[in-house]
């Protein structure tokens, strides 16, 4: 059941040892405004690009729900406010940009982030790979602009399930099931076994399944 009474007052989390920030809650203006901010790293282009979308989404969630912190100082220890110029200093430390992502971007997002997942897989897996290799400029609704992963967390859980075609169960007549076992193992070698992938798997699997049929045919 979808339930509309929610809380909407600013709340605490404790993020590294003696530092801690209040955070808004997500709204749907925010996580809009996060998917713009990925969508166009992605339609820059570029190697890593990818990762730097997860980054510009988490970063754009950063500016607008923290609204105060405690425990972050300048280069002389001085008590500094948060903000623009000081959020984005703050998202250089890895250590505090992983806290921000796991526990304030993360949670409101799995769900939105195995929607996606899933719909990228269905392209890629259908045969949207072949498609968009064939072509010779980025469509304007791409769907691996459209569903790309936004955040650090699923973009490598895609990373693991774009290689996880392979790691299949197969009997004389085809190939049946993923070897999820298999799959977890590349996840942790690749230090990305994550919640967002484990809870997507099942729902991959029949995607990639049809695939291989379809191919066998």
């Not at 955070?23 to 405004?33: D, E, G, N, Q």
């Amino acid at each position: 059941m979808l339930k509309l009474a929610f809380d909407r007052e600013p709340f605490w989390l404790d993020m590294l040892p003696g530092v801690r920030m209040q955070f808004r809650p997500i709204t749907v203006a925010a996580i809009l405004s996060a998917r713009t901010a990925a969508a166009d790293v992605l339609r820059a282009g570029g190697g890593d690009s990818m990762v730097k979308a997860g980054v510009a989404f988490t970063r754009s969630l950063a500016h607008s729900g923290i609204s105060a912190w405690e425990g972050i100082g300048d280069a002389e220890g001085k008590p500094v406010e948060p903000n623009k110029e000081n959020i984005d200093a703050a998202l250089e430390i890895w250590s505090l940009f992983d806290a921000i992502d796991r526990l304030y971007v993360g949670p409101a997002l799995i769900q939105d982030a195995e929607k996606r997942l899933i719909a990228l897989a269905e392209w890629h897996f259908g045969g949207g790979d072949g498609y968009c290799k064939a072509c010779s400029s980025t469509c304007p609704n791409c769907p691996y602009i459209e569903h790309a992963p936004r955040t650090p967390v699923a973009i490598a859980a895609w990373a693991v399930l774009q290689r996880a075609a392979g790691q299949v169960r197969a009997v004389m007549g085809g190939v049946y099931a993923l070897d999820f076992g298999a799959v977890l193992m590349l996840a942790d070698a690749m230090g990305a076994l994550n919640t967002v992938l484990v809870e997507v798997l099942p729902e991959i699997e029949p995607i990639i399944i049809r695939a291989y049929a379809r191919d066998s045919e």
